[in-house]
């Protein structure tokens, strides 16, 4: 699942990490991706949490109860979390639709 996080994260963030990089690694390079747009290009870090589908709703009460915490960490950890969500959510599926006829 990890080659596919990857994948997934260098697709919708228009970045390129390595193939083969651990869960700390990819975490701290996306804190310092999110903290460089923070300080440079906040409107396409916000595109991104858009794109993405973030919970706004989440990332404000997060970024709320943790306000000494690095945003761009919180952030990391967000992006993170909702790429294994869509990518469970995409393999459940895929499980459930075994003919033609069962998908309508």
């Known amino acids: 699942m990890e080659q596919e996080l990857i994948t997934t994260i260098n697709k919708d963030l228009s970045i390129e ?3 083969t990089i651990d869960m700390n690694a990819l ?3 996306l804190k ?3 903290n460089h747009l923070i300080k ?3 409107e ?3 595109g991104i949490l858009y794109r993405i589908d973030v919970n706004e709703t989440k990332l404000k009460q997060v970024l709320n109860q943790n306000p000494n915490e690095d945003a761009g960490e919180i952030i990391a950890h ?3 979390e909702r790429q294994l969500e869509k990518i469970n959510t ?3 599926f895929k499980q459930t639709g075994d003919s033609e006829e ?3």
Request: proline share 4%.
């Open 32 to 34: 310092e991706y999110c």
């Open 44 to 46: 396409k870090m916000v």
């Open 27 to 29: 975490e701290e390079r």
């Open 17 to 19: 990490l390595p193939e």
């Open 78 to 80: 967000l992006i993170i």
């Open 40 to 42: 440079t290009n906040f």
């Open 90 to 92: 995409r393999k459940k």
């Open 102 to 104: 069962e998908k309508w």
